[in-house]
């Protein structure tokens, strides 16, 4: 269990991890930001022993998947998640914005490894032990998102 | 590729409304201090007196004491058994450095099993009046760092963290600082039954709103002794099954808890690896489920607490929560989980 100053000092590290890996899921920024808010209050709750950063940085992306899939399933949710609802973040560089869309534009079985492969860094073994996939799956599907990439940003 | 995906992901970031909205959840669901519930005759009791003060209310003077402090979260009259208590658990420190033309004194402390409070008085600046309590996490000491140790027998105490439950200068500009230090207790040992040589260390205090400001900024030492307070009181629940939530795969699970002590200042227990192999890993407890019922009916939920992961009798996991103020065991009747009682006496 975090004390608070653990807590807040948490949140200042991992909120925009938890908030990213969200907005991959959803393209959605306001299902993002409900996803990012009930993993931190998750990580407040949680009486899980952290052994040390690393197991922390990771237990609060894998919540972040749980809280994104009962999110997903909730009747409740918005259906409402078309690329064009998506609000884009203003980007300083052009390539940066037509990656983002190109990434967007991409289905989420893509989006999430390669975001927590390129981004977060984790192996592609890790990658498939935080969505319960085999590495040879993670390992295509890496491979599949890379070439869409390349083809969607070779066409523009 | 993969540097023009970081650097477009770089430029993703929560906005500021999510990131306040995620800094004040520490105000709310894990900690409700207060108690519940009063007794109808309290009740009445704070009403009249809520009347007769009719529609003024006046400001809160800084608590100039912890056993100030200790009455004003309790929210009504304490019984005696219970000031008397916190009396005991409480010894001047009366130990003070100077920097800056600063001078910080750590005027008292009050020792539980695993959890100590300092008052901190800092005089030499002029501050305006203000007061921060739990619920506005805004004001964080600067380099602390606290060194419990035993004399003679046992084990050096690891410090887990601090709590600054309150902060606040009055109107002569005296600033007050309670400090909550959380150790990782070997276990067995408390830090009520043995004398102890503290060392602790601060650089100043600085308030965030957003904007990291510092309120006063130097360096202070203070060495001081806690002297032991009084033999160890626990009421022993022993060992319990409550439900826990395993996150890999995703189910309830049932977790068996061994030790399960209240005690004056707070509650622990042990969670051991033989029983419940696959703990160190996605197992969790919802800490809000614990509550601990009083005598006169009125309910307390913890206020936080640490747990640590120890390689003793083949791996444990040892939890403490702590009270709010300390109670008074003769006023506890049972502890529970979610529907569950445990008796106590």
């Known amino acids: ?156 | 590729m993969k540097k023009l995906y970081q650097e477009t992901f770089d430029e993703i970031h929560a906005s500021e409304a999510l990131r306040q909205e995620v800094m004040n959840l520490t105000r709310q669901e894990r900690r409700s201090p207060r108690r519940h519930r009063l007794p109808a005759a309290m009740l009445a009791a704070v009403l009249v007196v809520i009347a007769l003060m009719g529609t003024a209310v006046a400001a809160l003077a800084v608590p100039g004491s912890i056993q100030e402090w200790f009455a004003r979260q309790w929210g009504s009259p304490m019984e005696k058994g219970q000031t008397e208590l916190i009396d005991r658990l409480t010894q001047e420190i009366g130990v003070s450095d100077t920097d800056n033309g600063i001078t910080v004194t750590v005027d008292s402390a009050t020792i539980g099993d695993s959890v100590l409070w300092l008052l901190l008085k800092a005089e030499g600046q002029d501050l305006q009046p203000f007061q921060h309590d739990n619920t506005n996490p805004e004001y964080f000491v600067q380099g602390l760092k606290c060194k419990l140790t035993p004399e003679g027998e046992g084990e050096e105490v690891a410090e887990y963290g601090f709590d600054l439950p309150f902060a606040g200068a009055g109107e002569d500009g005296t600033l007050m600082m309670l400090l909550r230090f959380l150790p990782v207790m070997p276990e067995g040992q408390s830090l009520a039954d043995g004398t102890y040589r503290g060392e602790l260390h601060m650089e100043g205090l600085q308030k965030n709103d957003g904007q990291k400001t510092d309120i006063f900024r130097g360096t202070w030492d203070f060495s001081f002794t806690l002297e032991p307070t009084e033999e160890r009181q626990v009421l022993s629940v022993g060992a319990i099954t409550v439900s826990g939530e395993r996150l890999e795969p995703r189910e309830t699970v049932e977790v068996e808890l061994q030790n399960v002590e209240v005690t004056s200042t707070g509650f622990c227990y042990t969670m051991a690896e033989e029983e419940n192999p696959e703990f160190k890993d996605m197992i969790h407890i919802l800490s809000g489920n614990w509550k601990l019922e009083l005598q006169d009916g009125s309910e307390l939920s913890h206020n936080g607490g640490v747990s640590h992961w120890s390689p003793e009798n083949g791996g444990q996991r040892i939890t403490h929560y702590y009270w709010l103020t300390p109670i008074d065991l003769t006023q506890v009747k049972a502890l529970w989980f979610g529907d569950d009682c445990y008796p106590l006496s």
């Open chain 1, 1 to 156: 269990m975090l004390t608070e100053r653990e807590f807040t000092a948490a949140a200042e590290r991992y909120l925009d991890m938890a908030y990213r890996i969200a907005l991959n899921w959803f393209r959605s920024v306001p299902d993002a930001e409900d996803a990012a808010q009930e993993a931190l209050l998750r990580l407040w709750r949680a009486e899980t022993v952290f052994l040390d950063e690393d197991h922390l940085r990771r237990w609060l992306a894998r919540v972040t998947l749980n809280v994104c899939k009962d999110i997903s399933r909730s009747p409740w949710r918005r259906h409402t998640v078309s690329l064009e609802m998506v609000r884009e973040p203003a980007f300083s560089d052009p390539a940066r914005e037509e990656l983002f869309r190109a990434v967007m534009a991409m289905p989420g079985k893509y989006r999430i490894p390669l975001y927590l492969y390129y981004y977060e860094g984790y192996s592609v073994a890790e990658v498939g032990e935080l969505l319960r996939l085999n590495p040879s799956t993670v390992q295509t599907r890496l491979a599949r998102a890379r070439a869409k990439l390349k083809t969607e940003l070779t066409e523009e």
